[in-house]
């Protein structure tokens, strides 16, 4: 075996392993973020969120009083989903798509990104111009989470 076919199977092995540790942790995580969310304090946006300041309250809802524009927020927080299925899109060989041991892939991936334009683009730009500020704090967590499961999801469709 040449160094070069061995040097490949070793980064093989390494992403798979990346890849299966990313989708515990994504598991892991969800328990603390429900109950926390479920039990300690809710994460309110767009018509749900107190307008009115807070002077004293958790650090996390200190934070929560810093918001941004609906529109780019939701562009920004859902865009890592795209981003990472035109990532490994583009690490494709030509012809992938033809390749009919790839059509259920390519099916659920046309899905996945279809999914994602609609929220990504045509969902902002539909939403009303009255449409509450998002606060700092959701808008981060969804991007977090839209950086994962967009790798996650991209990762294993490719």
């Given at each position: ?11 093989e092995e390494d992403d798979s ?97 279809s999914h994602y334009i609609n ?40």
């Amino acid at each position: 075996m040449n160094t070069t076919t061995e040097s490949f199977s070793f980064v093989e092995e390494d992403d798979s392993k990346m890849h299966t540790f990313l989708c515990y942790l994504m598991i892991i995580l969800s328990i603390p973020t429900f109950i926390y969310l479920t039990f300690v304090e809710a994460a309110p946006y767009g018509k749900h969120v107190n307008v009115g300041t807070k002077s004293r309250g958790t650090v996390l809802q200190q934070i929560s009083l810093i918001r941004f524009p609906a529109k780019p927020s939701w562009i920004v927080m859902e865009s890592p989903n795209l981003f990472w299925a035109c990532y490994f899109y583009s690490l494709q060989p030509r012809g992938w798509i033809q390749d009919h041991e790839n059509l259920v892939n390519v099916v659920l991936l046309v899905l996945f990104v279809s999914h994602y334009i609609n929220r990504t683009i045509i969902y902002p730009i539909q939403m009303s111009s009255k449409s509450q500020p998002m606060p700092l704090t959701i808008s981060s967590a969804a991007f977090c989470f839209c950086t994962l499961n967009g790798y996650i999801q991209s990762k294993n469709l490719f």
